[in-house]
């Protein structure tokens, strides 16, 4: 059963940093990991993906504070975020697509990790 679990959420005064992680368990392979948030009451929006090939993908909101990276060998993806707004707050969700143990490709979700952003 593959697994994503995210961690390092927390609070944070503005202009702070948080790095936080999502580790894919029950899968030998992830071929693309992602950042999503959800603030409350707003709808669920991309932050930042990574895939095997090409280069990073960021929201134009986060350009130039927050960097994606992975441990391909650990099928962990990190994302540093620096320089936090009040507006950066949200529950933070990682997404997959990854190998099942049927062999096939899914999208998985983790259960999501709080980020908080204090003025």
């Known amino acids: 059963q593959v697994k994503l679990v995210e961690s390092g959420g927390g609070s944070v005064q503005a202009g702070g940093s948080l790095r936080l992680s999502c580790a894919a368990s029950g899968t030998t392979d992830c071929i693309d990991m992602s950042w999503y948030r959800q603030a409350p009451g707003k709808e669920r929006d991309f932050v930042s993906g990574?895939?095997?090939?090409?280069?990073?993908r960021y929201a134009d909101s986060v350009k130039g504070r927050f960097t994606i990276s992975q441990d391909n060998a650990k099928n962990t993806v990190y994302l540093q975020m620096n320089s936090l707004k009040p507006e950066d707050t949200a529950i933070y969700y990682c997404h997959g697509s990854c190998r099942n143990s049927w062999g096939a490709y899914s999208i998985y979700w983790g259960q999501g990790t709080q980020v908080t952003v204090s003025s």
């Open positions: 990574i895939a095997r090939v090409g280069a990073p």
